[in-house]
C-alpha cells in the first residue's frame, strides 16, 4: 500500500518536474542556430569598429546574465555586479601584464576568483532581502573605485593609472585580424557560458532557485537548503560577471579605476530590466541597449544626451513593461497558438 | 592621324606629369578632401565629469569661428566630437569609430587622463595626430614612447617643481606638509616635490583625502599638529576653499601654496572668504575670466566678444571656456601653417614646431614652444599672491626643470 503510493508521489513529481522544463525554454532550437549563424557571419560582413562594439555587447549579454541568475530567477537584488566585472577586467589585466598569462586562460582564473568573491558576499546577504541587499551591493560598488586606488595593491592594479594590455593576435595562422578573431573568441565563450545557463536554470537547480525567489519559506518547507544555495547562485552570478569583465578588458586593452564607476553596475541593472527579468535571451537585447542606447542620446542631443536617455527608457519601460524578451515572447504566442 | 593621336596623348601625359605628384602622395591625408578637415574629440558631455563637457562646445565654436573667417586653404574645419561619459571604454568606442568610421585627420584635444591612456597606444599604432589633450599629466611630454601625442598645459610635475624651489628659498628650514589629492593629479604634484627636494622628501609630512570625501579637516588638523610651516595644498576647488577656510579658522599661518588648478576666484576665493586667503602663493599660466584684473586685457576681450558671437549660452565665468579658446586657438595656427598639406605627417610635423607662439589667453609674456624633442608646448608659469581682492602676479615668468 505505502509503496504504491510513493509510486504515485513520484510519478506525480515527475510530471511537475518535466512541465517546466519544457515551459522554460524560451526559444525555439532553429532560431538559437539561425541568430549564432548570424552573429558569426557578421564577423566577416561588418567593420572593425562594429565588430569591437559588438565585442563589447556580447561581454555586457554575459555580465546581465550573470545578473539575472541571482536577481531575475533567485529573487537577490544586486545593484553591485560591476565590482564583480571590475574583479574579472582586473584579473585579467594583472595575470597578462604581470606574469604573461595568455588571454584565454585568464578566463577560468577571473572565473573562479570572481565566483569566490561572490560566494563571499553571499553570506551576508543572506540576512539581508529585496531592497536592503540592493543597497548592501550598492554600497560595493560604490567602494570598488578607490579599492583599486590602494596602495597596498598598487604595484599590481597600477594605481590611478590603471593597466595596459595588448590585443591578442588570432591563433594558428588563422586569416583573421585581432577584432575579428577576439569578437569569435568572445561569442565562443559567450555560448558556452548561455548554454550553461540555460541547462541550470531550466534543472533541478534552477527550479529550486525560482522557488526561493517565489516564495521562500515554502522552499524551505520543501526541503531546499536555502543558505546554500542562495550563497552559490551569487557565486554563479558572480562568475558570470567577472568573466564578462574579463572580455571586455582584453577588448578595451586598458583597465582603471575610472572605467569600473558605480554606473557600471547601473548600467547593467538597466539592461537587466529593459532585457528582461528572468529571461535568458534578454540579456542579449538588454547589451544592445547599454551599448547602442547612449550613442543616440548623443545624436540626438549634444546638449542633454542624459534626459533623452531618460526619455528612451521610460519609453521602453511603457512600452515593455516585460522588457525586450517579455514583448517577443507575447508576440511569439500570439503568433504561433500551439506553443501556448 | 594616328601618329597625330599619339602625339596628342604624348602632349597631354606630359602635361599632366608635373601635377601627378601632388595627386599620387605617399602621406596619409585620411580625413581630407577639397572642402573640408574632418578632426575628432571626445568629451564628458555626461557622467561625473560633465562639468567639462562646456570645453568642448567652447572648441566647436572656435572652429566655428575660423570657418567663418574663411577656413584653411579653401577647407573648413568639420570637428565631430562625441560623448564619453569620462568612461575609458567608452572613449576607445568613440575614438574608434572617429578614426574608423568617421575617418577624421587628426584627434584634438581629448579630455581626461584616464579615457587618454585607454586610447594612446591604438591612436599611435595606426599614426593619427592626437594633438595638444585636455589633461596636466606628465606623460603626454614623452615624445619617444608615443610620438603621435602631444599635450597643451604646463605638466602638473613642472608646476610641483616651480613651487618646490620657491618653498626653498623662502624658508630653508621650513617643515613642509603636502595635502593631496589621492589621485593622478595629486600624484603628478608629488612627483614634481620630490624632484626637487631630493634628500629632504623623507622629512615631508604627506596627507591624502578621497574626492568623495565630505571634508578635510582632520588631515588639516593633523598637518597643524605635527608642526608644519609649510603647507602645499593640491586639491580641486570645493576642496581647496575647504582648506582655505579651515587654516584661517584654526588661526594657523603656515606659508600657504596653493595648486593653479584652485585659483578660480569665483569658485574658490569667494566662497572660502577672500580676506581669509591673504597671503596664499599659487601659480597660472592663463587669464582667470573672472579676475577684474582682465577686463581691459585685448586678448580677454577679444574671448568675450568670442563667447557673445558664438557660444551665447555658455558661462563666461567657467575657465572652461577660456582654455577651449586658447586651445583651438593654438590648432588653429598649425593648420594655417600646414599650408595646403594637412597630411598626418605634416600635422604632426607643425604641431611640433611651434616657434614663440602667442596666445590671447596666456598670461602676459608666456609663449608656446614645441619641437620633435619638445612635446611640452607651455613651460611657463607666474607665481601670484593673494592680497584679498585679486591675484598680484610676482617675481618673473618660472621655466619648469621638466624633462
Sequence with gaps: MSGEITAEATEASTSIRTQPSTRARPVP????????????????????????????????????????????????????????YAVGAYTAAILMSNFDVPYWATLPIAAIISAIIGFLIGFPALRFTGLYLALTTFALAVAVP?????????????????????????????????DQWLYLFSLGVAGLLFLFAWNLIRGRIGRAMMAIRDHA????????????????????????????????????????????????SIFLFVGLVVGGVASITGAIFGAAFIVFIPNIAEQVSKAAPGAIYGVILIAFMYLMPSGVAGLLRRLYHRLVPSSR | MLRRRSLLTAVAATAFVPAAPAIVRAADTTGVTDTEIRIGNTMPYSGPASAYGTIGKADAAAFKMANDAGGFAGRKVNFISYDDSYSPPKTVEQVRRLIEQDRVA?????????????????????????????????????????????????????????YAKYMLAQKPDGKIGILYQNDDFGKDYLTGF?????????????????????????????????????LATIATPKFAAQTIRKVHDMNWKPLHILTGVSVSVGAVMQPAGPEKAVGIVSSAYAKDPTDPAWDNDQGMKDWRAFMAKYYPDGDVKDAGNVIGYGVTHTMLRVLKQCGNDFSRENMLKQATNLKDLENPILLPGIRLNTSPTNYHPIRQLQLMRWNGKTWERFGDLIEGASA
Excluded at chain 1, 226 to 247: E, H, P
Design chain 1, 29 to 84: 532550437f532553429a532560431v538559437t542556430v539561425i541568430v549564432l549563424a548570424g552573429a558569426v557571419a557578421l564577423t566577416f560582413l561588418v567593420s572593425n569598429y562594429h565588430l569591437f562594439q559588438l565585442t563589447m555587447l556580447v561581454g555586457y549579454a554575459v555580465a546581465i546574465l550573470g545578473l539575472n541568475i541571482a536577481t531575475g530567477y533567485n529573487g537577490q537584488i544586486s545593484l553591485g555586479h560591476g565590482a564583480f
Design chain 1, 146 to 178: 578607490q579599492l583599486l586606488k590602494f596602495k597596498g595593491i598598487e604595484d599590481w592594479t597600477g594605481g590611478v593609472q590603471g593597466i595596459v594590455i595588448s590585443k591578442p593576435e588570432a591563433p594558428f595562422g588563422l586569416p583573421l585580424n585581432p
Design chain 1, 217 to 264: 519559506l515554502a522552499a524551505e518547507a520543501m526541503g531546499i537548503d536555502l543558505a546554500l544555495l542562495k550563497t552559490r547562485t551569487f557565486a554563479v552570478s558572480a562568475m558570470y560577471t567577472g568573466v564578462a569583465g574579463a572580455l571586455s578588458a582584453i577588448a578595451v586593452e586598458f583597465v582603471a579605476p575610472d572605467s569600473f564607476t558605480v554606473f557600471v
Design chain 2, 106 to 162: 587628426a584627434l584634438f584635444h581629448t579630455l581626461g587622463t584616464p579615457c587618454n591612456t585607454a586610447i594612446v597606444k591604438y591612436v599611435n599604432q595606426k599614426k593619427v595626430p592626437h594633438l595638444f589633450l585636455a589633461t596636466g599629466a606628465d606623460k603626454w611630454g614623452d615624445y619617444k614612447e608615443h610620438p603621435w601625442t602631444i599635450g597643451w598645459q604646463p605638466s602638473y610635475v613642472t608646476e610641483a617643481q616651480v
Design chain 2, 194 to 230: 620630490r624632484d626637487v627636494l631630493k634628500g629632504r622628501w623623507d622629512k615631508v609630512t604627506l596627507a591624502s583625502y578621497e574626492v568623495t570625501d565630505a571634508t578635510v579637516d582632520s588631515q588639516l588638523v593633523s598637518l597643524q599638529g605635527a608642526g608644519i610651516d609649510v
